[in-house]
């Protein structure tokens, strides 16, 4: 399978508890995004890697959430001490020359 | 932030007929881009438009850019139940990241 793999594809969880999310790019790709999706809304960017650096993080990537790609593969989306409003899809993207970016099937998140 | 309105919000059509969603935008671009996205599911790559180009077509699809106006329309020719989707514009400026606007759900009829 060469496209974008994401895990777990639902998460249920408690509020205040922490999750964990992978993403496995594209192998050739050294470009990896990720954005969150609420219900009726365009995705929106959280942030991104090239390679194993993170280049750029939105503002809505609060403290409780924390990304990383240690050796410029596949991804982890951490959220500590979940809250209600985390409840979202969130998608992972990759790309090799920065322009089209193929998504994964995203990762469903549901904080009770 | 969603970076614009995508228009119309929901469209319902018979299959065969054409179907025109359009995209405003709020600041300068690289390129503007189309995706679908089938209930639940992730987004597929449709088409994309640089920013120096004005019409673009592949398969049933054509695109035009205006960046006078900052918008752009999406075409979908002969419509077919599969076209069934959220569409969504995006939004690529230099730094790599695409901000996606809020989507056209088109739903067409057998």
């Known amino acids: 399978d060469t496209g974008v793999s994401q895990d777990p594809r639902h998460k249920i969880t408690k509020r205040g508890q922490n999750v964990t999310f992978r993403c496995d790019p594209i192998?050739?790709?050294?470009?990896l995004y990720w954005y969150r999706q609420t219900l009726g809304q365009g995705p929106e960017f959280l942030t991104y890697?090239?390679?194993?650096?993170?280049?750029?993080k939105s503002r809505l990537l609060s403290d409780r959430f924390s990304a990383e790609r240690p050796k410029g593969s596949f991804s982890t989306l951490e959220i500590q001490r979940t809250e209600q409003g985390d409840s979202a899809m969130y998608l992972c993207?990759?790309?090799?020359?920065?322009?089209?970016?193929?998504f994964g099937p995203g990762t469903r998140l549901t904080v009770l | 932030s969603q970076q614009g309105e995508e228009d119309p919000q929901a469209l319902s059509i018979q299959e065969g007929e054409n179907a025109t969603m359009n995209c405003s935008y709020k600041?300068?671009?690289?390129?503007l881009q189309w995706y679908r996205q089938n209930s639940g599911r992730g987004l597929v790559h449709l088409i994309l438009?640089?920013?120096?180009?004005r019409e673009k077509h592949s398969g049933r699809l054509r695109v035009t850019l205006d960046t006078s106006k900052k918008s752009s329309s999406l075409l979908i020719t002969a419509s077919r139940a599969a076209d069934t989707a959220s569409y969504f514009c995006?939004?690529?400026?230099?730094?790599?990241?695409?901000?996606f606007g809020t989507g056209t759900r088109l739903q067409v009829f057998p």
């Open positions: 993207a990759s790309s090799s020359r920065g322009d089209e970016q193929f």
């Open positions: 192998s050739e790709h050294n470009r």
């Open positions: 890697f090239q390679n194993e650096a993170q280049l750029e």
């Open positions: 600041t300068s671009i690289n390129n």
């Open positions: 438009i640089r920013s120096n180009e």
């Open positions: 995006a939004t690529g400026d230099n730094t790599d990241k695409l901000i």
